[in-house]
């Protein structure tokens, strides 16, 4: 049996810990906090992020990292994309050199633009063991066991489809690529346009508008996309427009609901202060707003949702309308 360590223990850590142990693997969580780890441990629920969902019992949570990662062939990470590099470098005296890496995160980190996989190379895991995981993955769906679909990505393909088999069950099918950074900016760029997509929703407009937003977002992350290397093909899949609908169609998108709230006139502070889980199109928007000015990249949505964040603009002037130039072919 394959052990598995999985280090996060909010909704998407367990969520996916619960896949990965109905794929047959043996799952171990780390959480920070006792009392999650206990409820897990004891009851196999974790209240807190995944009411009523049971949890099988080749899952279990510890507090004691290297305990987890004791012995474990694959390493999945489902942290905050800014507590990656800290948590990381707890981890890895105790990861063992032939195990896998993933990364689970959908962020970029802030001060260095980097993608979850570079921090995770940066600090000394072989890009070879690196792989990620992405896709339309609501937490609260998988976890209640309704089908859906994941890419797994690494350079090395034998790896991408290792990661695959020990993530596939039932409910849960994992597809493979090789475009790891196609992969990660789909994950990271969808949840902006859903934090805009939230702001059109708080602020009262109607489905138009929301397609507007969603149809020009997918246009402007595949030309940021491509132009930092990544395929064409990916953006139009699961990683891509399959992410990108997931996210900003429902409610129990973090992302979308942060953009809702702020819609409705609540300053950003408090939108973070009122939210359980971490919206990470909230710290992106400004490292990928950067990234996009070293390429000379125009992101008008994803500029006007930075200014809705910075109070600069009012949610009510969302306009993906007027984003582009009237002339401009749709495709671009």
């Known amino acids: ?14 969520t996916f810990a619960k896949v990965l142990a109905d794929g047959g693997a043996d799952v171990v969580v780390w959480a920070r906090r006792h009392e999650i780890a206990r409820e897990i441990q004891n009851t196999h629920r974790n209240s807190d992020y995944l009411p009523d969902i049971d949890l099988p019992p080749n899952l279990r949570a510890d507090t004691d990292m290297a305990e987890v990662l004791r012995g474990a062939h694959q390493v999945y990470l489902a942290v905050p994309s800014q507590h990656l590099r800290p948590n990381l470098r707890e981890a890895i005296p105790h990861i063992g050199p032939d195990a896998l890496v993933v990364s689970l995160m959908k962020g970029v980190e802030v001060g260095t633009g980097l993608r979850m996989s570079e921090v995770i190379a940066q600090e000394g895991i072989e890009s070879s063991r690196i792989a990620v995981v992405s896709g339309p993955n609501l937490a609260l769906e998988i976890a209640r066991e309704q089908p859906t679909a ?28 090789t475009d790891v950074v196609g992969t990660e900016f789909g994950g990271v760029l969808k949840n902006l346009i859903a934090v805009a997509v939230g702001i059109a929703d708080g602020v009262g ?6 397609a ?8 402007e992350i595949s030309a940021f996309a491509a132009a930092f290397g990544a395929q064409p093909h990916t953006m139009s899949g699961l990683a891509g427009l399959g992410d990108l609908i997931a996210t900003c169609e429902s409610p129990l998108s973090r992302n979308n609901t942060a953009g809702r709230l702020l819609g409705q006139g609540h300053s950003f502070t408090d939108v973070v202060a009122s939210m359980n889980q971490t919206a990470e199109g909230l710290s992106a928007v ?3 707003l950067e990234l996009a000015a070293s390429k000379g990249i125009s992101m008008p949505i994803v500029t006007q949702v930075g200014q809705v964040l910075d109070g600069s603009r009012d949610p009510r002037e969302l306009a993906p309308h007027f984003a582009t130039d009237s002339d401009t072919p749709e495709g671009e």
Not at 1 to 14: F, N
Not at 157 to 167: G, K, L, P, Q, S
Not at 212 to 219: E, H, K, N, P, V
């Open 212 to 219: 507007s937003i969603i149809t020009r977002g997918l246009a």
């Open 1 to 14: 049996m394959t052990h598995i360590a999985v280090l996060g223990a909010g909704s998407w850590g367990t």
């Open 150 to 177: 994941a890419v797994a990505s690494s350079e090395s393909e034998e790896v991408a489809r290792t990661i695959a088999h020990a993530a596939t069950n039932s409910y849960f099918k994992t597809f493979i690529n």
């Open 205 to 210: 407009y109607g489905e138009n508008t929301k």
């Open 286 to 288: 400004k490292p990928v």
